[in-house]
């Protein structure tokens, strides 16, 4: 009996793990292979690339960056308890302050270690 309890979650693994496979296989067979130089150039709106693409940006930038995508999407929870607030209890409402005061305490640290400095 207990074999059978697993049966979907055999046959979900096998799906999804054979499902992508099948698909690179028919597409590598479909596509057309015409490899050309052209093919290779990186393109910039009609421009003719200069320099090389490989260079090495400050990684502060990339810090920056994924602050600013934790934070955002941090404050997109804040808008359904603020459309709701009226009918929260006052355990909604502390349970959100603390979340305030993480997202505070997060922020405090960014700018403590410099990652909020641009250059």
């Given at each position: 009996?207990?074999?059978?309890?697993?049966l979907?979650?055999?046959?979900?693994?096998?799906?999804?793990?054979?499902?992508?496979?099948?698909?690179?296989?028919v597409?590598?067979?479909?596509?057309?292979?015409?490899?050309?130089?052209?093919?290779?150039?990186?393109?910039?709106?009609?421009?003719?690339?200069?320099?090389?693409?490989?260079?090495?940006?400050?990684?502060?930038?990339?810090?920056?960056?994924?602050?600013?995508?934790?934070?955002?999407?941090?404050?997109?929870?804040?808008?359904p308890?603020?459309?709701?607030?009226?009918?929260?209890?006052?355990?909604?409402?502390?349970?959100m302050?603390?979340?305030i005061?993480?997202?505070?305490?997060?922020?405090?640290?960014?700018?403590?270690?410099?990652?909020?400095?641009?250059?």
């Open positions: 009996m207990l074999q059978y309890d697993y979907p979650v055999a046959i979900f693994v096998v799906v999804g793990l054979a499902f992508p496979l099948i698909i690179l296989l597409s590598s067979l479909l596509r057309p292979a015409k490899p050309e130089p052209e093919k290779y150039v990186t393109y910039e709106c009609s421009i003719l690339p200069f320099g090389d693409s490989r260079i090495q940006h400050n990684v502060q930038y990339y810090l920056l960056a994924l602050l600013f995508v934790v934070f955002d999407v941090e404050v997109v929870f804040l808008f308890w603020a459309l709701v607030f009226p009918g929260l209890g006052l355990f909604a409402v502390v349970e302050f603390i979340f005061f993480v997202l505070v305490v997060g922020l405090a640290y960014a700018w403590k270690k410099g990652a909020l400095e641009w250059m």
